[in-house]
């Protein structure tokens, strides 16, 4: 499996898990269409039409806790010869899409208890720990500007322990001396 579909496989997940907690009415009671996207900020549009929530994944960094748990293969003169897999976090960015503010609310609501019901994502491989982080208003903000985007009310959370893995071993080129 290469590594784009791990990654889409796990944001593909959160898009099922979050479906299954939101609420199938508007505040009003009447029958809503909502889904869940996967689109950078400046990609929705915030019309009637479009009620939801949206999972963007704003960045990828290697995980701490398993950075050395698969050491790379050595040869017998004990050079790197293949390193087989990498360990990523995935951070995340959710946010409720919707006309009424208070409905968007309640979405946003509804996407935070299915994080904390669900602390541990089945995967193909490995689970995947979903933690909601606890982001500073100005980091927050931030983010918000590089989206370019105004801000909206949105929860930060971390997809934790993906371990990528090649099908065949990634073979690590070494300079001659």
């Known amino acids: 499996m290469t590594m ?11 898009q099922r898990l979050l479906e299954g907690f939101l609420p199938k009415v508007d505040l009003a009671g009447t029958p809503a269409a909502i889904g869940v996207s996967a689109l950078p900020p ?19 960094t290697t995980s701490s806790a398993q950075r050395n748990a698969a050491p790379p293969r050595r040869n017998r003169d004990m050079d790197v010869t293949a390193i087989d897999a990498l360990s990523v976090d995935l951070h995340y960015m959710l946010t409720a899409y919707c006309v ?20 541990v994502l089945a995967s193909q491989g490995d689970p995947v720990r979903l933690t909601i982080q606890m982001m ?12 370019g985007e105004k801000y909206r009310p949105s ?16 073979p690590v080129v070494t300079p001659s001396p």
Do not use: C, K
Request: charged share 15%; hydrophobic share 45%; aromatic share 8%.
């Open 155 to 170: 929860i930060p959370f971390t997809a934790t322990g993906l371990v990528l893995r090649a099908a065949d071993a990634v």
């Open 4 to 14: 784009t579909r791990d990654i889409a496989g796990i944001t593909a997940a959160l």
């Open 42 to 60: 400046d990609r929705i549009g915030l019309t009637p039409e479009h009620n939801g929530l949206n999972l963007y994944l704003y960045r990828i």
């Open 100 to 119: 009424n503010d208070l409905y968007g609310q309640t979405l946003l609501g509804a996407g935070a208890m299915a994080l904390h019901q669900t602390p």
């Open 136 to 147: 500073p208003t100005e980091e927050m903000s931030l983010l918000w500007q590089m989206f």
